[in-house]
Antibody, heavy 119, light 109 residues
Framework: QVQLQESGPGLVKPSQTLSLTCTVS??????????WSWIRQPPGKGLEWIGY???????YYNPSLKSRVTISIDTSKNQFSLKLTSVTAADTAIYYC???????????WGQGTMVTVSS | EVVLTQSPGTLSLSPGERATLSCRAS???????LAWYQQKPGQAPRLLIY???SRATGIPDRFSGSGSGTDFTLTINRLEPEDFAVYYC??????????FGPGTKVDMK
């Protein structure tokens, strides 16, 4: 059974960098079958795709966030990570990691982690 | 960028009724790369439908998807109490950018 679990600080100060990690169990990131993604949801609002990374390290970002986002992968730990720089209150959201492929879309999601940007 | 519009914003129905949710894309989606997700309060979204009409693993057959090009529909036959939730459509045809619709809330009348 494939599971994804997000981890990281729940509170980040404005202008600082938000850092989250997603740990994958039950599947190997190195399998090459999937794109490993980050998606966020501000409180009471809809879903916004942030970006994804392939096992090779290739990345694709939402153009609206591209200048501030870095997604990296650690295949030895079966993890991938998100860094979002220069955060503001508008970055306050639940952050989800999810598995994607063109056959099954986003088929597995983590439970999500709430990140609040506040001083 | 493909923009998805969902209608109605809210659908008030009773258990046992049929729900018909619409998702319209601003441009035609290649290979019908359109998915539907269900989200309940405090939970992550759950994949219901992929490739416009294929049910994901474990999804009851009262959920069905249809459509192509720019117009897509999610139908829920005989609403069960656990079906009252928010439903999002999502396109992945204009990759590398993926977009979600704003959602339709199905609530109990």
């Amino acid at each position: 059974q494939v599971q994804l679990q997000e981890s990281g600080p729940g509170l980040v100060k404005p202008s600082q960098t938000l850092s989250l990690t997603c740990t994958v169990s039950g599947d190997s990131i190195r399998s090459g079958e999937y794109y490993w993604s980050w998606i966020r949801q501000p409180p009471g609002k809809g879903l916004e795709w942030i970006g994804y990374i392939y096992y090779s390290g290739a990345t694709y970002y939402n153009p609206s966030l591209k200048s501030r986002v870095t997604i990296s992968i650690d295949t030895s730990k079966n993890q991938f990570s998100l860094k979002l720089t220069s955060v503001t209150a508008a970055d306050t959201a639940i952050y989800y990691c999810a598995r994607f492929d063109y056959t099954d879309a986003f088929d597995i999601w983590g439970q999500g982690t709430m990140v609040t940007v506040s001083s | 960028e493909v923009v998805l519009t969902q209608s109605p914003g809210t659908l008030s129905l009773s258990p046992g009724e049929r729900a018909t949710l619409s998702c319209r894309a601003s441009q035609s989606l290649s290979s019908s790369f359109l998915a539907w997700y269900q989200q309940k309060p405090g939970q992550a979204p759950r994949l219901l439908i992929y490739a416009a009409s294929s049910r994901a693993t474990g999804i009851p057959d009262r959920f069905s998807g249809s459509g192509s090009g720019t117009d897509f529909t999610l139908t829920i036959n005989r609403l069960e109490p656990e079906d009252f939730a928010v439903y999002y459509c999502q396109q992945y045809g204009s990759s590398p950018l993926f977009t979600f619709g704003p959602g339709t809330k199905v609530d109990m009348k």
